[in-house]
Every structure is written in structure tokens, then in C-alpha cells.
């Protein structure tokens, strides 16, 4: 069973930074690509970042230029370094693990920005 954990999450100033991981372990055919999402109240959830086996990226609108999304292979980590948070960035954010024949999420870390 593939389990994906989440962590880095946290209260920060806007302005300020901060690091997400999640680690993947488990049985998984082949990471195809690692992603985050996030989802904050009344919103629906949408992609943030994402990186694929090649190494492309992929990012929203809304964070490019102040997110950077990283894999470490030999851990089967992802990171999403956030700067410059602003309140808007609040969210529940998710990662999620797409292999060969298979989807997995977390169950999400909670990032709040106070103005």
C-alpha cells in the first residue's frame, strides 16, 4: 500500500516562506509525476505544482515566479518550496503521486498565511 506523508505545513507571516515534503513509500509501479494541489475553504481544489519523470514542471498562474516544486528520486520525496506566501496561498495543500497504473494522495497539510 503506497502511503504519501505530508509535512512542512504551518502558520507563517506573508511575505514569508516555507517547505513542504512529502514522501512516498509503499508499492508503486514507476512515479510517472508528483504534484501538489491545494484547496482552501469554499474553493475547489486545483494543481499548483507538479513535476514529471523528465523533470518538467508545472505550475499555476498564481505561484509561478514564488514556488518551486523539487523531487529527491533516491527518496521518493517531493518538495514544494513556497516564498513570498500571501493570504491567498492559504490552503490545505495535498500531494499526490501518479505511478504507471495509479493515482495516491496525502491527506493534506494545512498552511495558513496571516496578513
Known amino acids: 500500500q503506497v502511503q504519501l506523508l505530508e509535512s512542512g505545513g504551518g502558520l507563517v507571516q506573508a511575505g514569508g516562506s516555507l517547505r513542504l515534503s512529502c514522501a512516498a513509500s509503499g508499492s508503486i509501479f514507476g512515479i510517472v509525476a508528483m504534484a501538489w494541489y491545494r484547496q482552501a475553504p469554499g474553493k475547489q481544489r486545483e494543481l499548483v505544482a507538479s513535476i514529471r519523470s523528465g523533470g518538467d514542471t508545472n505550475y499555476a498562474d498564481s505561484v509561478k515566479g514564488r514556488f518551486t516544486i523539487s523531487r529527491d528520486n533516491a527518496k521518493n520525496t517531493v518538495y514544494l518550496q513556497m516564498n513570498s506566501l500571501k493570504p491567498e496561498d492559504a490552503a490545505v495543500y495535498y500531494c499526490?503521486?501518479?505511478?504507471?497504473?495509479?493515482?495516491?494522495w496525502g491527506q493534506g497539510t494545512q498552511v495558513t498565511v496571516s496578513s
Open positions: 499526490k503521486v501518479t505511478g504507471r497504473w495509479s493515482e495516491d
